[in-house]
Structures are given as structure tokens and as C-alpha cells.
């Protein structure tokens, strides 16, 4: 990166820029407030915006500073330096974190079985556990010679 942004990121209401060592606000849900969401705000106005959109029932902005552009760009070379090269097998590797159930789905069949709230952690262990799921019935369909995988490879 040899050219230096002249803002840190943009809000993700109104669209204002963020400049670094600027104040922001993040929401105090955590699904929103994660790495790949990464909503930020420019001020409490654009927050409160947010908080009906996503129908959140208890949410606070939390009050942050935008780095200094020497320390974003440091955390840039950073990030880039132990990203690994891209190949065949990094796509593979990027899409087997993904998730595989739908959230909401598996919410309100949680909730309407047994009344629980469910944490944001169950869906990776569920991922995992479909991922193995589907590795066994691949083999299957593999070992049979076939190129689709049926319903029939999960019993």
C-alpha cells in the first residue's frame, strides 16, 4: 500500500467519512459489532437510525477513536503479511469456516421446541458438524463412482 487513505472507514448510516483519530460509535449488540459486520457510526443520530432497522429490543452505542492513520496502516502490512498466498486450496480453506445453517431458522426452531435463546456460537459448531456430515456422504458418493451426492450417502 503505498498510497495513504485520507479517511479511516465510512459510516454505515448517513455515509459521512470517519476520519482517523475521529470519535465513532459501534453498536453494543454483538452481531453487529463483529469483524465482518463492522458497522461503525458517525454519531449517535446515525445509530439511533440503525437500532429499528435490525429491530434490536436492547441496544447502546459504545463510544470509540478511529486509529491514527500510522497505526491503521501498520495494521494493514500487519494483516496482509500473515494472510496467506492465495491458491487452490485457500478457497477451500475460506469456505469451510463458513456458515452452513440458516441463523434465523435455527433460532425459532430453538425456541419454538424448548424456549431457549440461542448463542451465536452454536451455528459454527453446527457448521462443523453438517461440514462432517457431508465430508462422510462425499466419500460415499465417491467410493460409489458417482459425481452427485444423494441422499442416500447419509445412511
Not at 67 to 88: D, G, K, L
Request: charged share 30%.
Amino acid at each position: 500500500m503505498t498510497n495513504s487513505p485520507e479517511y479511516w472507514r465510512k459510516c454505515t448510516s448517513c455515509k459521512s467519512l470517519i476520519g482517523f483519530g475521529q470519535k465513532y460509535w459501534i453498536c453494543s449488540v454483538s452481531t453487529c459489532n463483529r469483524v465482518r459486520t463492522g458497522l461503525v457510526f458517525c454519531k449517535v443520530d446515525c445509530f439511533d437510525a440503525h437500532v429499528p432497522v435490525l429491530n434490536h429490543k436492547d441496544a447502546g452505542a459504545i463510544e470509540k477513536r478511529a486509529p491514527s492513520a500510522a497505526e491503521w496502516m501498520r495494521e494493514q502490512s500487519e494483516s496482509e503479511s500473515v494472510r496467506p498466498q492465495p491458491s487452490a486450496s485457500t478457497a477451500h480453506a475460506e469456505t469451510k469456516r463458513d456458515i452452513l445453517v440458516v441463523v434465523s431458522k435455527t433460532k425459532d426452531y430453538v425456541r419454538a421446541k424448548a424456549g431457549l435463546n440461542t448463542s451465536e456460537n452454536v451455528m459454527e459448531v453446527l457448521s462443523d458438524k453438517i461440514r462432517a456430515i457431508l465430508d462422510d456422504g462425499i466419500r460415499r458418493a465417491i467410493q460409489d463412482g458417482r459425481k452427485t451426492l444423494m441422499d442416500r450417502d447419509f445412511k
